[in-house]
Structures are given as structure tokens and as C-alpha cells.
């Protein structure tokens, strides 16, 4: 009997995303962790979307997978009427900055317009019964802006974005809590820093580079590399998540992230040398192919979280050191390179019409 079993049980939650990076972690720690709650997996499968990193969930009796766009109101509409979802978890976005730089509206119709389209189903199916009902949205610290080099993001901190895709989850950040505000919805959002780990996108820096290294390629760092993000092992952002689902209270913010700030190319050298280790290569090989590259636009100089209300309330902290979860990323790259092959070439999606299109 896990703590939360006698308050939640016949629980119907969405978790939306959950075929992406940080969403199939959620799912998977759901699924094993929750057997009472029914978790339905709701994902349209974009390139980051990929069936395979639930392949050992995919069968279990309390997992469904739904594959539908949230930008489409009548099938989303359509499916909370079907399911009676008791709870959301909406992690569904369009999620890299450099694609929000060459296509922002497709960042508007997903991060925004899709996010309004689960709330309003939400509003629509609850109708005014919030008793036990959630709808906990997922963001990033990215929609505070920049820091200078001192000074963290609090959830008090105000909303500044810089990047399309930062302005688009400001943006929903502000419906659900104006939903909140006007319609009375029971909302909680967090704000998490850079995630790493198993199974994310080879376009985002740790991922990409490692996938580079690998192949020997050209490591292209922006600018003069001095850019500082905050990174956080994903499964330590889905522990984050499980709290705050279940104790956190209606209404409240929660600031995630690892006390674990890294100048990017401090990161990258670290990557280079464990990356020669484990591929027997000579130690500052893989450092060569660091390659300086034009600037990202808007590029945001630093983030760093306070973690301390989440630490305080809700009792969390990040479980492994950075040198800890990048052996373990790293590791499971180099395990899973048919995983990295298929989602570089498109083969991802073979799968997924070998598997529906039955
Ligand atoms: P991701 O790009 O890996 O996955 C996004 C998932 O959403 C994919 O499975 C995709 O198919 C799905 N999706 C996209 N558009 C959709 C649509 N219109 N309808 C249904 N499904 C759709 O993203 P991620 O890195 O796992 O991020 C998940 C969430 O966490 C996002 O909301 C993101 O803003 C937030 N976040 C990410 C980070 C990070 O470092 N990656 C940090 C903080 C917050
Ligand atoms: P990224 O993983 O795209 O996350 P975000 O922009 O959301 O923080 O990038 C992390 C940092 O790495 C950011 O400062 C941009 C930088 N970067 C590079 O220098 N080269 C790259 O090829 C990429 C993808 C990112």
C-alpha cells in the first residue's frame, strides 16, 4: 500500500506529453508506483514523442495511451467526456528554443491555445465540481527571464520571457492561473530548471552532444560558452512532480531545480573527458571537436533556481550528484544506440504505425 493509495483510489488522470522526454519518466513512475490510479497517456507523437521509451509500461493494465492533439478542441473536448479525467498532468508542449526562434506560432497553437483547450475541457467536464479535481501544469524557469550573475529565480521572482518558447509557457502559466483566479479551477504549477537524463531529444545540449561525440562530429557551442543553465536528473523532476501532485497545496507554485549550476562549457569538458573513458579514446579527443558557433538570439546569459519552498514544504531534494546522473545518462545512451539511431532517422515513427494503424 503506497502512502497516497486510500486517498486517491478509482483516480482517472490524464498525464498529456507523457511520450516525451520528461512526460514518459512522469508516466512510468505513475504507472509502476500508483497500480490503483488509471493513468492515460494522451500524446499526438510530434518527433519528440516516442512510444518506445514506454515500451516496458505499454502493457500494464492501468496504462492507456491516447493519441490526440491537444490543438484540437473537439477530439480533446470528445475524450474528457469519454474518460471523466479526475486529474491533469500537463506536461504536452512544443519544448526546444531553437525551433521556437524558426516557427513561434507553432509554439503559440501548442504551449498556449492547446493548454486553453485542456482547461476549458476541464472547466466544461467539472462543471463547477472541483472537489478532488487538479489541474497541475508543468513549466519551466525559463519564463523568469535572465539573471545577471548573482541572485536565483523564487516563485515570486517576475515573469520576464526572452524566447518564444519561454513568452509561450508565461503565457499558459498565466491562463491556468487565471482560470484559477476567475473560474475557481484547483491548479498547481511548477517551474523546473534544465532537465537531463535518459530518453530526451538528441537537439538539446547534453543529449546532442553526446550523440556528436559519439559520432565524432563537430560540437557546436553558442557564443563564447559561457552561458549558465541549472540541471536536474529527470527522474529526480518526476519525484518533484509526484509530491507536488499529491501534497502540494491548490493553487501554489513550486520552483524545482538541482543546486546545480554549470557554466556550458565547464559541462561540455566534463561530458568530453567522461565520454573518452567510456569510449577507451584518449582523454581531450572528444574536447577538440568543440567547435564555437554564432550566438542563439535572445540567448539567456543565466537561470538558477531556489528550490527551497518545495525543500521546506513538500520535503524534496534532488537524489544523485550531477557526476552521478550524467554517468547514468551517459551510459544509457551508449546502451541504447539503436533508440538514438531510430529517433535521428525517423524510424520512431515506423513503429508507431506498425503499432495503430492495425
Ligand atoms: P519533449 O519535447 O521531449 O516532449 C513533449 C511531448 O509533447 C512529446 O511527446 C510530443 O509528442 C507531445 N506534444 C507536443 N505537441 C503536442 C500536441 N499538440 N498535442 C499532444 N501532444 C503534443 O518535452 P520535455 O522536455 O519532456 O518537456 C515536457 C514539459 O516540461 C514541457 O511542458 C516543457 O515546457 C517542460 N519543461 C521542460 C524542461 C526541460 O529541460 N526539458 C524543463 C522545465 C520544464
Ligand atoms: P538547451 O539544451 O537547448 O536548453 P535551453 O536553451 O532551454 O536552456 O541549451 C542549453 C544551453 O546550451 C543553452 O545555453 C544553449 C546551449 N547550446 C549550445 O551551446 N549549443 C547547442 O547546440 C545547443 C542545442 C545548446
Redesign the pocket.
Known sequence: MTEFQDKLEGEKILI????????SHVVRLFVNKYPHYQIYN?????Y???LENLKDIESKSNYTFLK????NVDEISQLFKKYGFTKIIH??????VDRSISDPLAFVK?NVI?TMNLLNAALQIWNGDFQDKLFYH????EVYGTLGETGLFTETTAYDPNSPYSAS?ASSDHFVRAYGETYGLPYIISN????YGPN??PE?LIPLFINNIVNKQALPVYGDGKYTRDWLFVEDHAEAIDLAFHKGDDKETYNIGGFNEWQNINLIQLLCSIMDKKLGRKEGDSAKLITYVKDRPGHDKRYAIDARKINKELGWKPSVTFEQGLEKTIDWYLKNEEWLRNVTCGAYRDYYQKQYSR
Not at 42 to 46: G, K
Not at 192 to 195: D, E, I
Open positions: 498529456t506529453g507523457g511520450a516525451g522526454f520528461i512526460g494522451l500524446d499526438v507523437l510530434t519528440a514523442g516516442n490526440a492533439n491537444i490543438n506536461l504536452a508542449a512544443e519544448s526546444h501548442t492547446g508543468i513549466s519551466t524557469d509557457k523546473c530548471s534544465n532537465n530526451q531529444f538539446k
